[in-house]
Nanobody, 120 residues
Framework: QVQLVESGGGLVQAGESLRLSCAAS????????MGWYRQAPGKQRELVAT???????NYADSVKGRFTISRDNAKNTAYLQMNSLKPLDTAVYYC??????????????WGQGTQVTVSS
């Protein structure tokens, strides 16, 4: 089994910053892609950013220039630095990881989510 645990969410004012962390643990052989998604009330879950093990990033247009995804491969941990936050960024943020397990399975795992609330 593989577990993803997010942390770092909270309540901030518009223009402030937050840094989310996502730590993966368990029967991990390698992690190909780690990503962040978010879901606002009444809306579908949407991609925020992804980062491959080779360093390729992909960002939603709405966060380009404000958010930065990074990862520490040695710690199986991904980060999302969120700057210049806006009320529209308010959502539950979920981490996911495309994992090759020690048994050779390639599976996608999700964390439990962390709430980010941005007040105006």
């Amino acid at each position: 089994q593989v577990q993803l645990v997010e942390s770092g969410g909270g309540l901030v004012q518009a223009g402030e910053s937050l840094r989310l962390s996502c730590a993966a643990s368990g029967n991990i052989f390698s992690i190909n892609v780690m990503g962040w998604y978010r879901q606002a009330p009444g809306k579908q879950r949407e991609l925020v950013a992804t980062l491959t093990s080779g360093g390729t990033t992909n960002y939603a247009d709405s966060v380009k220039g404000r958010f930065t995804i990074s990862r520490d491969n040695a710690k199986n941990t991904a980060y999302l630095q969120m700057n210049s936050l806006k009320p529209l960024d308010t959502a539950v943020y979920y981490c996911n990881a495309a994992v090759t397990t020690t048994l050779g399975y390639e599976l996608l795992y999700w964390g439990q989510g962390t709430q980010v609330t941005v007040s105006s």
